[in-house]
Nanobody, 125 residues
Framework: QVQLVESGGGLVQAGGSLRLSCAASGRTFSRYAMGWFRQGPGKEREFVAAISWSGGSTYYADSVKGRFTISRDNAKNTVYLQMDSLKPEDTAVYYC??????????????????WGQGTQVTVSS
């Protein structure tokens, strides 16, 4: 079992930055690939970014590539999402999730077994 708690969301102006954190419980955090997903108002949940268990592989949605950076610190059981050059269309509830899957499978939300409660990000124009 893994429990995930996101933090770092808030209100920011367009062009600004936020860093989301996701703290995981348990001693097996380093065995999981981690992902960030988001759900905007009236929209379906979508993939944002993912990172392999070692941190050696990262994946991004085209909409955030070059603006967002995912990273992890296995010693701190934490995964991060640095969000720069934010746009109003980035407004959403952001969720972190954990999966035992690897490779390109970790782009699919169906493979994630554990989810956090979400943190709201609002970008004003």
């Amino acid at each position: 079992q893994v429990q995930l708690v996101e933090s770092g969301g808030g209100l920011v102006q367009a062009g600004g930055s936020l860093r989301l954190s996701c703290a995981a419980s348990g001693r097996t955090f380093s065995r999981y690939a981690m992902g960030w997903f988001r759900q905007g108002p009236g929209k379906e949940r979508e993939f944002v970014a993912a990172i392999s268990w070692s941190g050696g592989s990262t994946y991004y949605a085209d909409s955030v590539k070059g603006r967002f950076t995912i990273s992890r610190d296995n010693a701190k059981n934490t995964v991060y999402l640095q969000m720069d050059s934010l746009k109003p269309e980035d407004t959403a509830v952001y969720y972190c999730a954990a999966t035992y899957y690897s490779g390109s499978d970790i782009l699919r939300d169906q493979v994630y077994a554990y989810w956090g409660q979400g943190t709201q990000v609002t970008v004003s124009s």
